[in-house]
């Protein structure tokens, strides 16, 4: 027997919460006819929803006991979110997917395909499009991939996504990776391992509103950069390097003006722009290392990346207490 761990994180996802499970169940249906090994899990994480998501959970788990769930006490965030599904799959094989049917359920067949014969570790999608978007999110979607791939040894590929049907041993891998600051897009392209990335076309969100405002994003692509790359702190030591060739040619070329026609006091503004210059730098590079300090501070902590309120583990022992 083979199991699959279906990892769905959700945030305010009530209204496609029932579209999701009709379809996920059409597919895992369809392909344990196929295979006879396959067993599925569904394991939904509620990360800390304002609506009524929870409680579609517990109906769900009401009426298949295949559904397991885990609900944060308040937001974390999806990468927290993927994190404790991850951790609690059980499954020979992960997947992590999106609940507003973005990640089409229907590549499930294909996926397990190219990974079952272990010929890959990992099946994902990488979108070719970003149809539905608008045009300045996708461009700086697209220069924030050259940048990042530019500055940082980790390879991460336009469009790929979180949606992945992985093996064991790649998830475990991925769990040894236990920082606080997650980017997963990094984190995959970090462990390694053998990829298929899948084109397709976007797809819009079934139902709800994205939990992603345009400078949210802004925001993780820096978190992004930061946790993958140390360029930002470089191009700091770049900074004061050119500042010093720049500022000892000045001194040189002054020391000489001052020798040949000798000392004026004038070219105060020159020295007032000199020293804003300088002083913006100097405040800029400090801004950067004081950036990298600050996640050193938050990873020290060692806090943890999520906490749990209602499992359905609690719920169901609950359930059968008051039934007795
Ligand atoms: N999500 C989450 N926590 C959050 C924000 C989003 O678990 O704080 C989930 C959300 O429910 C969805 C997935 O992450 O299943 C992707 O979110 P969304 O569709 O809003 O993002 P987009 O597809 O626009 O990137
Ligand atoms: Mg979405």
Same mark, same amino acid.
């Given at each position: 027997m083979k199991l699959i761990s279906v990892v769905v994180p959700c945030y305010n996802e009530e209204e496609v919460l029932p579209l999701f499970y009709d379809e996920i169940i059409k597919v895992t249906n369809q392909m344990k006819q196929e295979h006879n090994e396959l067993e599925f899990e569904f394991l939904f994480i509620d !990360?800390?929803?304002? !609506?009524?998501t929870l409680e579609g959970f517990r109906k769900l788990a009401d009426t298949d006991k295949r559904v397991r769930y885990i609900s944060f006490?308040?937001?974390?965030g999806k990468e927290a979110g993927m994190f404790a599904g991850l951790k609690n799959a059980k499954g020979d094989y992960v997947v992590v997917m999106d609940? !507003?049917?973005?990640?089409?359920?229907?590549f499930l067949p294909k996926m397990y395909n190219y990974v079952k014969d272990g010929e890959y570790d990992c099946a994902t999608t990488r979108r070719v499009s970003r149809k539905g978007e608008s045009k300045v999110r996708s461009w700086f979607a697209r220069k924030f991939y050259s940048l990042m791939n530019k500055i940082s040894q980790t390879e991460i590929v336009d469009g790929a996504q979180d949606f992945r049907f992985m093996t064991r041993q790649m998830v475990d891998s991925i769990l040894e990776m236990n920082e606080y600051n997650r980017f997963s897009k990094g984190i995959f392209s970090w462990v390694g391992f053998k990829v298929k990335y899948m084109e397709y076309e976007n797809v819009e969100r079934a139902a709800g509103t994205t939990a992603w405002s345009f400078w949210g994003l802004f925001k993780y692509s820096l978190e992004g950069i930061m946790a993958f790359s140390t360029a930002p702190l470089a191009i700091a030591s770049l900074l004061g390097v050119v500042s010093c060739v720049f500022s000892f040619i000045c001194a040189l070329v002054v020391i000489f003006k001052t020798l040949i026609f000798g000392e004026d006091v004038s070219g105060f503004p020159t020295i007032m722009c000199a020293i804003f210059l300088v002083g913006g730098l100097q405040l800029f590079c400090i801004g950067i290392l004081g950036q990298y300090l600050a996640k050193a501070y938050l990873e020290t902590k060692a806090r943890p990346i999520y906490i749990a309120r209602e499992t359905d583990e609690i719920y169901r022992s609950k359930k059968s207490e008051s039934a007795e």
């Open positions: !990360d800390g929803s304002k !609506d009524k006490s308040r937001n974390f609940a !507003d049917l973005q990640h089409p359920p229907s």
